[in-house]
Each structure stands twice: as C-alpha cells, then as structure tokens.
C-alpha cells in the first residue's frame, strides 16, 4: 500500500510540474507576444524618411534576427510586418529596390526578402547587388506562380531560398525560422574551430563543440596520439578528432602481443554500425601489452580516449628517428584547426547525418596496408 501512495504522489508532482511548467511558458510566450503587438502598432507610425522614403521599421527586443524586406505592393510589406515582428522578428520595410541597395549599406541585416517583380527595380537585380554589398546577408526571393522559374534562377545568383505568395500566417512563421535554423547551423559550422590542450582525463569534461588534444603526447598524421612512458616504452591511442567524427564504436581489434608493426601499418582496427576504419602505427616497434578492457567496452575509447581509452603500449625500435614524423605543440594547434575545417567542408557526413567510415579513412587516416591484426 506504502508503494502504490509513493507512486501515486510521485506521479501527481510529476503532472504538477508539467502543469506550472506550461502554464509559465504559456504565460511568458502571450507577454511576449502583446509586447511585439505594442511595438508593431507604435513603431510603424515613426518617420524614418531621412534614411528611405517609404521606409517602415519595427524594432523588438532581443530580436531573433533583422529583416529587410522590399515590395512594391503595400498589402505585402504589412503582412510581412504583422506576422515576422509577431515571430519576434525586428523587421524593415521599403517598397523600391534602390532604397533597400541604401539600406543594406548602412545597416546589418540577417535576410533580406525581395519581391521578384518590381518597376523600377526588379528581384534579380536586388539579389545581385545586396549579395555584391553583402554576401553575409541571405536573401529570400518572393514570387508569384508563374514567376518560380525565374525565382530558382536566383539561387544561381546568391538566393539562398524563395517563397511563394499568397502565403498565410503561419506558413510565412515557419519559412522565416527555418530559415534562421539553416543561418545559424551555416554560422556554427564555418566558426573557427576551438582546440585546446588538456590533461589526459580532462578530455572526458571538455564540451562537446571543443576539441582537445593531449599535454605532452605526439599526434600522427593519421589522428593516433603518442605518449612516452618513462621506461621508454609508448602509450598510442586514437585522438579527440577521430572520436568525435566516428561517434561511436561497437568493437575495438587489438594488435597482437608480441607482434613487430612498421610505422604505417595498421596497428588496430575500430568497428562501427555503419563501417570499419584501420588506425596505422605512428611509429614501429613491438607489442607489449593491449588495453584487454576495450574488448568488453570499447565505448572508453570514446569516453576516455587519452586516458582509460589507451590502445596499446609498444617498444619502439627507432625512435628517435620517427618521432620527427611526429607533432606536438602549437603545430598540433594550428594543423587540428586545419583538419576540423576540412572535415566539415567535406561530405564525408552525408545527409542521414551519418558518416561514411571508408572515405573518412582515405581522407582523414591516409591510405594504409591492412594488415591483419
């Protein structure tokens, strides 16, 4: 009876919460909304001819992004006011092309929406110059149906995308964010990429949007890390740059003990639900011991890939001679920057977001001798 009363007052607090929850969010989104109603119906009165004639401006707070939209049919431009500024959307408004060109030159817009037929004006022309003056600024072609043609030929020009009208509310709502969810990702992905130096076990806490590369070992061109013990021997595992590529790995092929590896070779192979990537020796040596615990979780190796997710430990036979092959340092900097760049410049990530392990291997890990292991 004790049990069935937790479970019961454990499900009402559940349901409560969810309740206070909604209630809250529900609350803030109608305040927020009858802020930007009150800003749309006060800002569009303001005069701003001294910047474009037929300008019309409404300004929210904290904006999702800046609008610039340009139309020579009034009815339109009030649309696109009442439903992106309702979005939370801070939006400018002109009906000629040439005013927009002034605009786009004085302010910092996130898109700019142009109609494709215009008198004086037309949309292609405004594609053309806003993506001269500003190829930041991503630019939305509004057409008609007989126009779509024309409107796809614009995406030659710089158009990032076009919308046809008539439109509704929340058709023109969910275009404009997903628009903004299309910029962002675009924007994220082309940052440069953060890389630092940590300690072994730290590369468990670093954020996932960072990379992190080991404090005092050497990385191979083919993402194996190096670390010298103090016996002489070598600790190697596989860097935060393959880890995060690969995601997950189901089975981890250990180098045999007592085996002699060439540099180059493949040292181990990684095993995952979508392919097979063999990681060569960054130097050669013999075998000495393997992390045996990899067999029964091979997810270490990405939980812990400098520290619990070692691979092997080697006894080098030429060292000092191929550790020159070797980075360590700010060149590890400057050359994981390089590398992270070009891997998301590639499309070795297709579509379905998942990664194709062989053309990883060939452009990431460098051709290899699959050698058995």
Known sequence: MTAVLILLMFVAFVGIDFLVRTTLRKAKEKRERQAREAVLNTSIRLDFTHEAKSLKRVEVPNPKARILAVDDEAVVLDSFRRILVLEGFSVDTVEHGPEALGLIQRHDYDF?????????????????????????????????????ETAVQTLQHGACEYVQKPFTADELGEFARKLLIKREARIEAARQPSVRVVAPEMAEVVPASDFCVPGGAFLSAGHAWVRIEPEGQVRIGMDDFMRKALGTV??????????TVKRGETLFTLKGATGTVHVAAPLSGRIEHDNAGLKSDPAELIHSPYDRGWVCLMTPSDLATELTALKIGKPVIDWYQEEITRFRATDGVQGTGTLDWAAFEQQFLGAKETTSV
């Open 250 to 259: 189901k089975e981890v092929v250990l180098p045999q003990r007592g085996k």
């Open 112 to 148: 700019v929406f142009t109609d494709l037929k215009m008198p004086d004006m037309d949309g292609v022309e405004v594609v053309k110059a806003v993506k001269h003056l500003r190829p930041d600024v991503d630019v939305v072609v509004v057409t008609g149906y007989g126009s779509i």
